[in-house]
């Protein structure tokens, strides 16, 4: 069992900026990949970012590529996801999910086994 715990949500101006980060406990943290999604009111949950265990590989949506960058602390067992130049369609509940399986296209939701609770991103224009 895998739990976690995003935090570093809350309210900015358009083109600032913010950190997520998701704490991750109960089972080996560099074996998980992890990935972040984001939901908006009246739309589908959505992909945004991931990353392998080793850091290794990364993976963006297109909507954000350029803009949000994804890491991870594995001694910290922590993932992270700074947002830059935010938007105000980048408004949305992010939420932190972790994979345990290997391969995948680590897109989709359907993929990851554990799912934080969320956090609320919201960027006034």
């Known amino acids: 069992q895998v739990q976690l715990v995003e935090s570093g949500g809350g309210l900015v101006q358009a083109g600032g900026s913010l950190r997520l980060s998701c704490a991750a406990s109960g089972r080996t943290f560099s074996t998980l990949t992890m990935g972040w999604f984001r939901q908006a009111p009246g739309k589908e949950r959505e992909f945004v970012a991931a990353?392998?265990?080793?850091?290794?590989?990364?993976y963006y949506a297109e909507s954000v590529n350029g803009r949000f960058t994804i890491s991870r602390d594995n001694a910290k067992n922590t993932v992270y996801l700074q947002m830059n130049s935010l938007k105000a369609e980048d408004t949305a509940v992010y939420y932190c999910a972790a994979d345990r399986s290997v391969g995948g296209t680590r897109r989709q939701a359907e993929e990851y086994d554990y799912w934080g609770q969320g956090t609320q991103v919201t960027i006034s224009s």
């Open positions: 990353i392998s265990g080793s850091s290794l590989n990364t």
